[in-house]
């Protein structure tokens, strides 16, 4: 009986160790299979509105790709295609919102024709500056606009970078009046090219591609593009002589990311947070570049090329602002989107503009003062 036990009791133990290596190698397998799907690379496309390794923006879309896919361990892999390569420039909004690719790159007041409010969200004439934008998209209420502007579209946008204030733009006469904006046929889309039309002008929105080819043959008299390191880049002094400036058109110019929305709910939630996280990054850089190289870019057109840069005459901008002000009033009225997005923006503006004549204002007028 005795022995009987002890051959019960060893049976027991033995079949007591197969049932733990049975579970041990399950959930062996179950981490297995889910360090499997972790590792599994999703592979997407970016389609863009700039051209290829174009300065600034078009590094920049790169950059962004390059970063999601770092930080991700390769886990998620984009490919970037600069304007024509895979839809037009100016289809990047159709191509994404129908999920011919996961991710665009370019600018929203591109898409005014389908939707005018979204040129809000790349500029305003007079408007916010590059930080002041960032902080009503993060805080002031935009963000969510935003987002509820392009949910119909199957859409997620987000701000992935900014140039700053832009110049006035290249002219091949001087520009001394409103006058001599009347007949005048400058690329400027968005809202600057609805106040353009109020001063007499003609508005021709081309994208970036387009631009220097346009401006050599005569299509156009006039462009503004960005600012010195984009327009040395493109050549823009071979074709016009006279450089403007400011940009009144252009004080802080978003440049967008847009996700497919269902292409980025299905991602896993760590990969979501990764790509968030890279366009903020991406959003951060971009205004870095362009604030660390434009002044040794206009040195060069200067001295190099010899652009005449000059300055709005006052009494022109008094006068741009006026109309400015006239037009965006009028554009927003003219749809219930347009007016709650522009309401949100004006109310922030005058609060920023109140705190920055305390601020930035006051401490960068106390530094220029002798």
Request: with cysteine; net charge negative.
């Amino acid at each position: 009986m005795r022995k009987l036990m002890v051959m019960g009791k060893l049976a027991f133990a033995g079949l007591f160790a197969l049932l733990l290596v049975a579970c041990g190698g399950s959930e062996k397998a179950e981490d297995t299979a889910q360090a499997e799907q972790k590792a599994e690379t999703i592979h997407w496309k970016m389609v863009t509105t700039w051209p290829k390794n174009y300065p600034g923006l078009g590094t920049g879309a790169q950059a962004l790709a390059d970063n999601i896919k770092l930080m991700s361990n390769g886990r998620l892999d984009i490919k970037v295609y600069a304007a024509g390569e895979l839809v037009p420039a100016l289809e990047v909004f159709d191509a994404v919102s129908r999920g011919t690719a996961q991710m665009g790159h370019g600018a929203s007041y591109y898409w005014k024709g389908k939707v005018p409010a979204a040129q809000f969200f790349t500029t305003v004439p007079f408007g916010l500056t590059a930080q002041e934008f960032n902080s009503w998209v993060a805080y002031g209420g935009g963000q969510e606009l935003w987002d509820e502007l392009y949910a119909p579209f199957n859409l997620i946008p987000m701000a992935a970078g900014n140039p700053g204030v832009q110049m006035g733009g290249w002219f091949n006469k001087e520009i001394n009046s409103l006058a001599d904006f009347q007949g005048l046929k400058m690329r400027m889309p968005g809202l600057g090219g609805e106040v353009l039309k109020k001063v007499g002008a003609m508005p021709v929105n081309l994208p970036g591609g387009e631009v220097f080819t346009a401006l050599q043959t005569g299509t156009i008299d006039a462009t503004e593009w960005v600012g010195p390191y984009n327009d040395l880049a493109f050549g823009l002094y071979k074709a016009a002589k006279y450089y403007y400036y400011p940009g009144w058109h252009e004080p802080g110019s978003a440049v967008e990311a847009i996700f497919n929305k269902d292409a980025f709910e299905a991602l896993p939630e760590d990969l979501q947070a990764i790509a968030r996280t890279a366009v903020k990054q991406a959003n951060l850089d971009m205004i870095n570049e362009f604030t660390a190289r434009n002044n040794a870019a206009l040195q060069t057109l200067i001295n190099e090329h010899h652009v005449v840069l000059k300055a709005y005459p006052a009494d022109l901008l008094s006068a741009l602002k006026k109309a400015s002000y006239e037009t965006i009033a009028e554009v927003a009225a003219q749809d219930p989107q347009s007016q709650k997005v522009y309401d949100s923006f004006k109310t922030f503006l005058g609060s920023v503009s109140a705190w920055h004549d305390v601020s930035e204002r006051a401490f960068i007028n106390a530094r220029a003062a002798e």
